[in-house]
Structures are given as structure tokens and as C-alpha cells.
């Protein structure tokens, strides 16, 4: 199943096409995405009854994030071996969490405004909880979550290492979290612990490598987290970037207005963001 945020409704992607929830389930599901994950044992079961003929043709430019309103946004530092590797850094014992207000979240045709001289692209797998959990183990883990999706933890870098070790704040600026084009429930892709994920900006390929490359799986991340909060439905983990990120190039690379970054993850599909001037 693929749900997508389409200009603001709640929608299933199929066969290329989109159907509008609302109306399908004739009221049952409304159109409000993020609500979606409150329900989503239900939406499971019930999806399989829609008469889904009355679809329209998918223009992708109306495509909002498809997790538009989170109550929490975990991201992990250091968690893909190159990444640390690329950074000098060594592999830490336990995930290196920090949090993405959940305003600087946005959509995957959504502008990245260039809020500094030093913005960077990180390419992440993001995934998205279809129930509460808590003290999970990470062989159930994946029992508790909706759907993974493409993302962008944008960051300014230099914002991110001014205040010491809290990276929140640098993360953070408003458009530094496009999410989308939608999202893919475990089941529809090969192999959910092996995905190709690749960054371009303006058509050089910056990033490219596999999930199995992580520190902390996704597994081992909802069981790590869960053993310290509650993650409920709906909320969102970044679950780290792979290497290849402007500030460890040689020499740094970052953003600037124009700049053009394409990210994608085998088996969920492709987002496009243009970079801004600053807001
Ligand atoms: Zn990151």
C-alpha cells in the first residue's frame, strides 16, 4: 500500500493513479493524513474492500509529505558506517539521537531555503510508526511500523556544531525535512533492511549505498528508542545518512540557491527539491 498526502487529502497511490480515502471508504477515513496512522490496523484491513475505479491520473507536483504533523521526530547521527567513517568519528554503543522540530518538516517538492553559507544534504530512509510502542524488541519491531519514505535531514552545519554537541537547532530551520513522495508499507519492497538509497545535487551523484550499511537497524532502532519513550502512530525516525555529504568533501561542498537535490530509495520512489534563497 501506498498512502500519499495529495494537495492536502489523504490518498492511496495505485497502479500509478490516485484514489481520494474520503471518498472510497465513503466517509469512513477522512482527509486528514497524519490521522491516517491512528488507524492504520484498520486502514490494513480495509483497504482490501474499496471499489478503487474512480481513480485520477497522479501529477506529482501536488504531492505533500505524507507525514505532514508528527508528534515526535527522532533522527540518528552516525548510523551508516561510511558516514561515520567519513566523519572521523567512531561508532557509538548507543543510537545517537537528536530530534527535528517537527515545523521544519515539509514535502517532497517542497524549496529548501538556504539558511546559511554552510547547508548540506543528508539522505535518509524515513520511517514512519503505525502504532504506540514501547519496550518493543527489535524482533517485533517492525510489526509496529506504517511505512518508510524518502527524506532530507537538511542541515547548517555551522549552526549545528556552534552550540556544542546539540545538533537539534541546525536541523531544524524551517524546510530542512522534506518527507515523501509517499509512503510504502514494509510489505511492498524487496528486501525492507536492504535498500539502495542515492543523492544527487544537480545531477552529480553525492551519495550512494544500502541500508545494510546502518550501525543500529531499523529494528534495533524502535527497540532502543522504545525502551526509552513511547513512540506513538504517526511519529517520525530519520533513521541516519549513508556517506557522501557535502561537509566532509574534499574540498566542502554546500548548497546554494539553485541548487537542484534529488534523492531516492529503491522501491519508494523519488523526491525533488530546489534550493531557496533564505527566508
Ligand atoms: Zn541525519
Given at each position: 500500500m501506498?498512502i500519499a498526502?495529495?494537495?492536502?487529502?489523504?490518498?492511496l497511490i495505485?497502479d500509478?493513479?490516485v484514489?481520494?480515502?474520503?471518498?472510497v471508504?465513503?466517509?469512513?477515513?477522512g482527509?486528514?493524513?497524519?490521522?491516517l496512522?491512528e488507524?492504520f490496523?484498520e486502514?490494513?484491513?480495509?483497504?482490501?474492500?474499496?471499489?478503487v475505479?474512480?481513480s485520477?491520473?497522479l501529477?506529482i507536483?501536488?504531492?505533500?509529505?505524507?507525514v505532514?504533523?508528527?508528534?515526535q521526530?527522532f533522527?540518528?547521527?552516525?548510523?551508516?558506517?561510511?558516514?561515520?567513517?567519513?566523519s572521523?568519528?567512531?561508532?557509538?554503543s548507543?543510537?545517537?539521537?537528536f530530534?527535528?522540530?517537527?515545523?521544519?518538516?515539509?514535502g517532497p517538492?517542497d524549496?529548501?531555503?538556504?539558511q546559511?553559507?554552510?547547508?548540506?544534504w543528508?539522505i535518509?530512509?524515513?520511517?514512519?510508526?503505525?502504532?504506540?510502542?514501547?519496550?518493543?524488541?527489535?524482533?517485533r519491531?517492525w510489526?509496529?511500523?506504517a511505512g518508510?519514505?524518502?527524506?532530507?535531514?537538511?542541515?547548517?552545519?555551522t549552526?549545528?556544531?556552534?552550540?556544542?554537541?546539540?545538533?537539534?537547532?541546525g536541523k531544524?530551520c524551517?524546510?530542512?525535512?522534506?518527507i515523501?513522495?509517499?509512503l510504502v508499507?514494509?510489505d511492498?519492497?524487496?528486501?525492507?533492511?536492504?535498500?539502495?538509497?542515492?543523492?544527487?545535487?544537480n545531477?552529480?551523484r553525492?551519495?550512494?549505498?544500502?541500508t545494510?550499511d546502518m550501525?543500529?537497524?531499523v529494528?534495533?532502532?524502535i527497540?532502543?528508542l522504545s525502551?526509552?519513550?513511547?513512540?506513538?502512530?504517526?511519529?517520525?525516525?530519520?533513521t541516519?545518512?549513508p556517506a557522501?555529504?557535502?561537509?566532509t568533501?574534499?574540498?566542502?561542498?554546500?548548497l546554494?540557491v539553485?541548487?537542484v537535490?534529488?534523492?531516492?530509495?529503491?522501491g519508494?520512489?523519488?523526491?525533488?527539491?530546489?534550493v531557496i534563497?533564505?527566508l
Amino acid at each position: 500500500m501506498k498512502i500519499a498526502n495529495y494537495n492536502g487529502r489523504a490518498s492511496l497511490i495505485i497502479d500509478g493513479r490516485v484514489v481520494d480515502l474520503e471518498r472510497v471508504s465513503r466517509g469512513h477515513f477522512g482527509p486528514d493524513t497524519q490521522a491516517l496512522y491512528e488507524r492504520f490496523d484498520e486502514l490494513r484491513v480495509a483497504v482490501t474492500s474499496f471499489d478503487v475505479s474512480s481513480s485520477q491520473e497522479l501529477d506529482i507536483t501536488k504531492l505533500w509529505s505524507p507525514v505532514p504533523a508528527p508528534r515526535q521526530v527522532f533522527a540518528i547521527g552516525l548510523n551508516y558506517h561510511g558516514h561515520a567513517a567519513e566523519s572521523g568519528a567512531t561508532l557509538p554503543s548507543i543510537p545517537a539521537t537528536f530530534t527535528k522540530f517537527p515545523s521544519s518538516l515539509s514535502g517532497p517538492n517542497d524549496p529548501i531555503p538556504c539558511q546559511g553559507p554552510t547547508v548540506d544534504w543528508e539522505i535518509e530512509l524515513v520511517v514512519v510508526m503505525g502504532k504506540a510502542a514501547r519496550h518493543v524488541p527489535a524482533s517485533r519491531a517492525w510489526d509496529f511500523v506504517a511505512g518508510l519514505a524518502v527524506g532530507q535531514d537538511i542541515s547548517e552545519r555551522t549552526m549545528q556544531f556552534a552550540a556544542g554537541s546539540q545538533f537539534s537547532l541546525g536541523k531544524s530551520c524551517e524546510g530542512f525535512g522534506p518527507i515523501g513522495p509517499w509512503l510504502v508499507t514494509p510489505d511492498e519492497v524487496a528486501d525492507k533492511d536492504n535498500l539502495e538509497l542515492t543523492c544527487w545535487v544537480n545531477g552529480d551523484r553525492v551519495q550512494n549505498d544500502r541500508t545494510s550499511d546502518m550501525v543500529f537497524s531499523v529494528s534495533a532502532l524502535i527497540e532502543e528508542l522504545s525502551k526509552v519513550t513511547t513512540l506513538w502512530p504517526g511519529d517520525v525516525i530519520f533513521t541516519g545518512t549513508p556517506a557522501g555529504v557535502g561537509v566532509t568533501s574534499h574540498p566542502p561542498r554546500f548548497l546554494a540557491v539553485g541548487d537542484v537535490v534529488r534523492s531516492e530509495i529503491e522501491g519508494i520512489g523519488v523526491m525533488t527539491n530546489t534550493v531557496i534563497p533564505a527566508l
